[in-house]
């Protein structure tokens, strides 16, 4: 114990020092923005959480109930401590906060109900620091592009916020505009993210979630490169548009850099707000069916994935002219493009769980990547009881008590072991995949609950 604790001093001290010597040696960096706070705050958060796992699990039998009520705790209070530090450090911190928030398969309950609050805690730029952005990325000032702007934001995110204004043409348009020293902050965030991950790593051998970082260093310019979102978003629109019910915001290219995005204002309601659809007239169970398509025909067909369908990016309205119902795509800055293998070992697996080939669903779950777990891994994925994926899935509707056992697995030690497997580098099943299916599922049953989870394929696809 002594020496364990002597490593998390030293990992301790050298996760400063490293942190210390690239943030002053390097000329690009601003230490006001990146000071001894920013990185204290997050290695002594690392540290006391390290501590509370060292210290509070090693006298009681593993896997006792004990065990498992007193390491529930555990995790409770070092979410809490998790997400306190990406209140405070913000930006990131926050992106990843909420990254970590979406995967209910890989993570305890207790991270994920506690970081989902993440979504709401989102810093907002001051009026300031948007005209400022505007000025050194379009070269004028706001009221010399837009005849009106407003001040509030529609929304913000933990990378940037939108606002509504209205073009000297008269377009109204949205606004998209990256919070200032996110851009800078990025690149240090991450390096001290990693720093971090590799001393836990080094204190618990079985920590297998290096890849996490290693997806951040890879998606984060992606995010926060908006002229990439513009391109995301024409390619969805024309991969899709054979869907009349779909529709993706247009981008205005002349006024767009990569920190300012411009884009066809489209409102509408989200996407769970089922009082805004009767007020409407928009028919949820056609909703429901045609989220299912939409995202059916990115994973299965295309393999090229959006990857934040929450309620907040997926709006619904009566098409002005029309009346007819549609679905608005928004946020398009994270893309998933699967590959080949991946693509069609997936959709054999739904195949199969839509045919109720017991034997192939075994099959297509292990080279998934869930080995002996593949039950529990099928029920994960179809958010259905064991006992409803051997009957068929289609077969019947979600009963109150398969709810319960729904939520009853979340508890389940066989679903933590499960977690290290699909974790163990390099996680073979994609880690947004999981969280699309819960996601959608949700929203699926809540407006529809007779209908079946959206994600299920057209078998003729594959």
């Known amino acids: 114990m002594a020496r364990r ?138 009221h010399d592009l837009f005849v009106s702007f407003d001040d509030t934001p529609l929304g913000a995110a933990s990378l940037a916020q939108v606002h509504k204004a209205v073009l000297r043409d008269g377009r109204t348009v949205a606004v998209k505009v990256q919070h200032p020293k996110v851009q800078a902050q990025s690149s240090k965030d991450i390096l001290l993210m990693e720093v971090l991950v590799l001393a836990v790593k080094q204190l618990f051998p079985e920590f297998e979630f290096m890849w996490l970082v290693d997806e951040a260093k890879k998606n984060l310019p992606l995010e926060l490169d908006f002229l990439n979102e513009g391109r995301n978003a024409e390619k969805v629109a024309q991969m899709l548009k054979h869907f009349d019910f779909l529709k993706v915001p ?79 795509l928004l946020d398009h800055g994270l893309y998933q493009v699967l590959t080949e293998e991946f693509r069609l070992d997936y959709c054999h697996l739904w195949q199969s769980l839509i045919w109720t080939d017991m034997k192939r669903v075994k099959k297509y779950s292990q080279r998934l990547g869930a080995g002996d777990l593949y039950p529990l891994f099928a029920c994960m994925l179809t958010a259905r009881s064991w006992d409803a994926v051997n009957r068929g899935i289609g077969q019947a509707p979600v009963t109150a008590t398969e709810l319960i056992f729904l939520l009853d697995l979340d508890k389940s030690p066989m679903e933590a072991e499960l977690r290290l497997v699909l974790a163990a580098p390099p996680p073979r099943t994609h880690p947004n995949l999981c969280p699309h299916n819960r996601d959608l599922w ?15 394929l057209n078998p003729s696809w594959t």
């Open 250 to 328: 247009r981008i205005y290219w002349d006024l767009s850099t990569k920190r300012v995005l411009l884009m066809e204002f489209v409102d509408g309601g989200q996407v769970n707000d089922r009082d805004y659809m009767e007020r409407n007239k928009i028919d949820v169970n056609e909703i429901s069916r045609n989220l299912g398509k939409m995202y059916s025909e990115m994973i299965f067909v295309n393999g090229f994935v959006h990857c934040d369908p929450h309620p907040g990016n997926v709006l619904v309205r009566k098409r002005p002219g029309t009346g007819e119902a549609e679905i608005i």
């Open 5 to 142: 604790a002597l490593r998390l001093a030293s990992w301790t001290s050298m996760a400063l020092a490293a942190s210390g010597f690239y943030l002053y040696s390097n000329k690009y960096l601003d230490p006001n923005d990146f000071g001894a706070v920013r990185v204290g705050r997050a290695v002594a958060t690392t540290a006391v959480i390290s501590y509370d796992y060292l210290t509070s699990l090693r006298s009681v039998p593993y896997g006792s109930e004990e065990y498992l009520q007193l390491r529930s705790k555990v995790h409770l209070r070092s979410a809490r401590r998790l997400c306190e530090l990406c209140c405070a450090n913000r930006g990131t911190f926050i992106k990843v906060g909420q990254h970590l928030g979406a995967l209910d398969y890989l993570l305890p309950e207790e991270y994920t109900s506690t970081l989902k609050v993440l979504h709401s805690q989102a810093p907002q730029s001051s009026m300031q620091d948007v005209r400022q952005v505007i000025r050194e990325d379009l070269g004028k000032e706001i």
């Open 442 to 456: 949700g929203i699926s049953f809540f407006l529809a609950p007779h209908e079946l989870p959206p994600g299920l």
